[in-house]
């Protein structure tokens, strides 16, 4: 059976609740601690080998345990910094559930 690899990139707050679903369903996981890129905040990373036929599984718990959240930026305006009045308005950004890539195994080895 071929073997798939699921990046799962999640938000901090949902961790320990999918990291628990996930070793219930059976899923064995690597947990690698990361920053996002835009927002510069601290997120997580699981890293799943799992036969292809367990990947919707695997999805389904993940769905069910990752949830979206509004974040809120407050970009630094340029008048700000030279002594302007005014603060820009925040930004809305729509973060997760999760963003799952899904990569073919060609091979797994455990050297011993
Ligand atoms: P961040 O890069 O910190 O992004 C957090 C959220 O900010 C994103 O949520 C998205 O709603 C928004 N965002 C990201 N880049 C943006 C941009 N250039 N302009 C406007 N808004 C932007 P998600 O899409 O749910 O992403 C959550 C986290 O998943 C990301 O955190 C990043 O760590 C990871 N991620 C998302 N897409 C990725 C990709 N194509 N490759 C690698 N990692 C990705």
Redesign the pocket.
Known sequence: MALKLLIV?I?RRDLEDLSRALAEAGFNFTHVA????????A?DTLLLAVEEGDVEKALEVIRTHCH?RT?YLSPVSPLLETGGLFPPAPVE?????A?V?ILPIEEWRRLA
Not at 34 to 41: C, D, R, Y
Not at 93 to 97: D, F, P, S, T
Request: glycine share 20%; no cysteine.
């Open positions: 990139i938000q990361s920053i996002g890129g835009f927002l510069m905040e997120n979206a974040r950004v729509q973060v997760g559930g963003n890539f």
